[in-house]
């Protein structure tokens, strides 16, 4: 009895020491844990192959670089350097007028336009999406300002916040100039500065630490 | 005038009178009426028998409650039956919408609405409802609070409740993008910005639920999954460990409830 107890408590690392049925020589892990490790394995590896997919199927779409697309929006001559003309150009294609957006268009004017960052687009080209959470913003004439009409953002011809609670200047789009059609393109997020960025959502500050704070996507291309 | 006794009544003549009862173990075939008054008891048997049911339910039911039990202890059930009602005509609604964002949602919204018999009752009831869940969970919350029912030993039913009310949230979001019209469109965009606004992981949560860098093709159709297929199935499980809490561990006497101590242990102390 005693000598029994005593076998029991000094374990020793070989089954074959432990006097397990069938035990090898220097064989370490019992048949039991064997088993019971295999299971558990077997039951990790099947549930990641379902779970690990879904997951990246559902999270995939934050990494995906969508292609550059430009959009004529009309003759040079249809645009003048004082003042906005409204275009509609699609954003993302085939989900009708969802996918839609009104871009404020104007010719590059070297007397307002005086920031280093404007010089090289022939024409400037400002996003209606509202730099506060996203509302359409329209220009209006009388007040030379865009105006949102969700939470009262108002921004400058150059659209830059003037008041309410957005946090950085309207966005703006690249243009180009191709044979006699002025072409909308990419979107690009400007600070308090005008510097450029690669677009970020609406709310998204880009002054100080903010362009850290909110990294651009993954997919971002430089043009 | 004093009640006289009650005469005996007449002797009946042997053949009206009722025939004794034949036990339903007895040697003769049963009759279809004896049948039919044991049907239900032998369903219920049968399957008691292979399931142990009857004790899960009278676990469930049949529970003691604290004096003081009052009105706002409704407020859970009245929830869960909110809950219930919205998962009803949610599925009933699936049958007809499409979430086609270039125009066939809101288009098989109109359908629903204009022409489909009882659509606009039924729609009507998942759109209210909604906003009656919302509020049912409030007061039930505010309930708990005030009544100190979140405390020891009931702190993970809190926690469990949080998650709900996260959940039913979500539910709220998201369906709200469903009719696809311009309410619909420009909330959702304004909403998915107030995501985008956190730091760090802002930019990706709403890149997640937009399923890109723009309001997309995919967009609808991910609310609508994330709307009917993945939050429903979190909320029904939760909902479940929620009321399994509740049985174990009972519910709370209201604060204002005095304990009252058995005659013999208050002799004890004395």
């Known amino acids: 009895m005693s000598d029994k107890r005593a076998k029991h408590t000094s374990k020793s690392k070989y089954t074959l020491d432990r006097q ?32 690990l997919p879904a997951l990246g199927f559902a999270v995939g779409p934050i990494f995906k670089s969508t292609p550059h697309r430009w959009e004529s929006v009309g003759p040079v001559d249809s645009f003048s350097d004082t003042n906005y003309i409204p275009v509609v150009m699609t954003v993302t294609p085939n989900i009708g007028e969802a996918g839609k957006t009104t871009v404020y268009v104007r010719k590059f004017n070297p007397e307002i336009d005086t920031d280093p960052y404007d010089r090289e687009t022939p024409y400037i080209a400002i996003s209606s999406r509202c730099a506060h959470l996203g509302c359409p913003v329209r220009w209006v004439d009388a007040a030379e300002r865009f105006i949102c009409p969700c939470h009262g953002g108002v921004y400058d011809l150059l659209g830059r916040r003037v008041g309410g609670p957005p946090v950085r200047p309207l ?53 | 005038m004093p009640k006289l006794p009650k005469l005996p009544a007449p002797p009946l003549p042997a053949a009206l009178q009722e025939a004794p009862p034949r036990p339903s173990e007895g040697k003769g075939p049963s009759g279809p009426l004896e049948d039919a008054k044991q049907a ?33 202890y ?41 022409d489909v018999f ?37 702190e993970l039913n809190w926690v469990i409740g ?9 539910m709220s979001f998201t369906g709200y993008l469903l009719p696809f019209d311009q309410r619909a469109y420009w909330a959702t965009i304004v909403g998915v910005n107030i995501n985008g606004t956190g730091p760090l992981i802002g930019p ?67």
């Open chain 2, 204 to 270: 990706y949560l709403s890149d997640f639920l937009r399923g890109g860098s723009e309001f997309g093709a995919t967009t609808l159709s991910r609310f609508y999954a994330i709307h009917m297929l993945l939050v429903p199935g979190l909320l029904a499980a939760l909902i479940g460990a929620h009321l399994y809490l509740v049985a174990k561990l009972g519910t709370s006497a209201p604060p204002w409830q005095k304990v009252e101590k058995r005659s013999e242990l208050r002799e004890a102390e004395v």
């Open chain 1, 20 to 51: 397990i049925p069938g035990a090898f020589e220097g064989e370490t892990v019992t048949r039991r844990a064997f088993m019971t490790g295999t299971a558990h394995t077997a039951g990790a590896i099947a549930a990641t192959a379902f779970t």
């Open chain 2, 40 to 72: 239900g008891i032998t369903v219920v048997d049968w399957v008691d028998e292979r399931t142990s049911l009857s004790g899960a339910t009278r676990w469930l039911l049949f529970r003691k409650v604290p004096k003081g039990t009052n009105w706002f």
């Open chain 2, 118 to 154: 009882l659509g606009q009752f039924v729609r009507g009831m998942h759109k209210w409802g909604s906003s009656v869940m919302v509020i049912l969970v409030f007061l039930h919350m505010g309930r708990t609070f005030f009544f100190g029912a979140y405390k020891y030993p009931r």
């Open chain 1, 171 to 223: 966005d703006r789009f690249y243009t180009r100039v191709s044979g006699e059609d002025v072409e909308v393109g990419p979107r690009f997020s400007v600070n308090s500065e005008l510097r450029r960025f690669s677009p970020r959502d609406p709310g998204q500050p880009l002054d100080g630490v903010g362009q850290y704070l909110y990294p651009s996507r993954p997919g971002a291309q430089k043009l």
């Open chain 2, 74 to 114: 409704t407020l859970g059930s009245a929830t869960m039956f909110a809950f219930l009602s919205q998962a009803v005509t949610g599925v009933f609604l699936a049958m007809y919408y499409r979430p086609d964002p270039a125009g066939g949602a809101y288009e098989s919204i109109r359908y629903v609405t204009n």
């Open chain 2, 162 to 170: 949080v998650v709900l009310l996260i959940l039913t949230m979500v």
